[in-house]
């Protein structure tokens, strides 16, 4: 892209960032019959782009994730969320499985060691920082019907659109854990939720019922 910067080049250019939002104990429809492969080609390290690579490691991982839910939970006056390391290490469990595979798809809501809603991110490897990556979920606000019951939660109609964002803000969530898969091209984020949110019948705002994670019907972005 002529007079670009080379994250300008890399947006329009090289990859289109593909996410997914979750499913929990009992969904209507998990997404697992969705597969996003890895596109063609190898995608070339941070240097060649004239960038650096984005920092790493497991501390620095949670404190973004964690200060980013909490941040907006806060902004609406909403119980923040704790990090649970047992979630975490689920969700790093199938970031790895993604990262081998290469296969982008939500997990089957029976190999979850924990019952819970899961937000997914895929982009080229080591390119994209964690704020940037949970910062796709919280774009979604712009289009979130914040007093909207499922499935009439967003502005264009789909309330997929926004299902990551109403998942980070759902009143009823308590814990979050993510981790990150490396694969070869490309890097695969899981984020997982107890208990999960975007149920239907039910808005991201709505007065915590503990109702039993067996007797909410949870819904996920789909094809």
């Not at 991982?61 to 975490?88: C, F, I, K, Q, T």
């Amino acid at each position: 892209m002529a007079g670009g910067s080379p994250k300008e080049f890399l947006r329009a250019s090289l990859w289109v960032a593909i996410m997914l939002c979750g499913t929990g104990a009992q969904a209507a429809s998990d997404g697992a019959a969705l597969v996003a492969p890895l596109a063609t080609g190898t995608v070339m390290p941070a240097a060649y782009y004239g960038m650096e690579e984005a920092p790493r490691g497991t501390a620095l991982l949670r404190s973004v994730m964690l200060d980013a839910h909490n941040e907006e939970r806060a902004s609406l006056g909403l119980p923040l969320l704790d990090w649970d390391d047992a979630l975490a290490a689920d969700a790093a469990r199938y970031a790895d499985d993604m990262a081998r595979s290469g296969l982008f798809r939500h997990s089957p809501r029976t190999g979850r060691a924990i019952p819970s809603g899961e937000n997914l991110w895929m982009g080229p490897r080591r390119l994209y920082g964690y704020g940037a990556m949970v910062g796709s979920f919280l774009e979604e606000k712009r289009l979130t019907r914040i007093a909207g019951k499922l499935p009439d939660m967003s502005a264009t109609g789909r309330w997929q659109d926004v299902g990551h964002y109403t998942q980070m803000i759902w009143r009823g969530t308590r814990k979050v854990g993510c981790a990150l898969g490396e694969g070869a091209n490309a890097d695969y984020l899981v984020c997982r939720y107890f208990p999960a949110g975007n149920a239907f019948g039910k808005g991201p705002l709505d007065a915590d019922d503990a109702a039993p994670m067996a007797q909410t019907q949870v819904a996920s972005v789909g094809p």
